[in-house]
């Protein structure tokens, strides 16, 4: 009888923690997805001429976002991480248009350098194009910095004169809660584990 119900206790710890493995995510949306107000798409082009670029939605209201902007830019993540434990991973999505003009971009978290993005200015003597760039970026290492506040700085390469557009930024926080369901299974298992080894 005993051994019966161990197995049933296994059975029961393995059926409470299947399906758990889902993480709990924090997002912090600055600006909107929506292609620059004018519907343009990751790797999508334009040469010579500017496409018009207009803050028409009311998402972007208070952002640098949907604008054409000269040298680097700064802005801020602001995000609840009260209720969500301990942090396992996180990620920060950036869609950006013709930056890179005289060179790569950096992109810096509260100050540290995190990486640079994809070159969005093929510059040559006679044409030039210019490219929606798509870049995600682990911030798993950085994830001390990770408070709730957080500013994002890109750092645009040498003269600050680069004229390009940000689109959005989510910065993506997340943990893998373990339910105390499992903790309640796990305890009552160590506890008859201890009963039995008394009668024996």
């Excluded at 009888?1 to 393995?14: D, N, P, S």
């Excluded at 010579?48 to 604008?67: F, M, Q, V």
């Excluded at 992109?107 to 994809?118: F, M």
């Excluded at 798509?134 to 994002?152: E, H, R, W």
């Amino acid at each position: 009888m005993g051994k019966k119900l161990v197995v049933a206790l296994v059975m029961g710890l393995f059926i409470s923690t299947s399906g758990v493995a889902n993480s709990a995510t924090v997002t912090s949306l600055y600006g909107d997805k929506d292609g620059f107000g004018i519907g343009f798409m990751p790797n999508q082009t334009f040469s010579n001429s500017y496409p018009s670029l207009s803050k028409n939605d009311p998402a972007d209201t208070g952002t640098i976002t949907d604008s054409w902007m000269l040298g680097d830019q700064t802005w801020s993540h602001t995000y609840d991480i009260s209720g969500l434990g301990t942090i396992s991973s996180a990620s920060i999505e950036i869609f950006t248009l013709g930056q890179g003009w005289h060179g790569i971009s950096s992109l810096y978290l509260d100050g540290s350098y995190v990486g640079d993005l994809t070159d969005g200015d093929n510059s040559g003597a006679y044409l030039r194009t210019n490219w929606a760039r798509l870049d995600i970026f682990d911030l798993t290492p950085y994830i001390s910095l990770l408070n709730g506040a957080n500013s994002i700085t890109i750092d645009t390469y040498g003269t600050n004169n680069d004229q390009w557009a940000l689109d959005y930024s989510e910065l993506s926080v997340s943990s893998v809660p373990i339910p105390g369901a499992i903790w309640l299974l796990g305890s009552g298992l160590i506890g008859i584990a201890g009963i039995r080894s008394k009668k024996k």
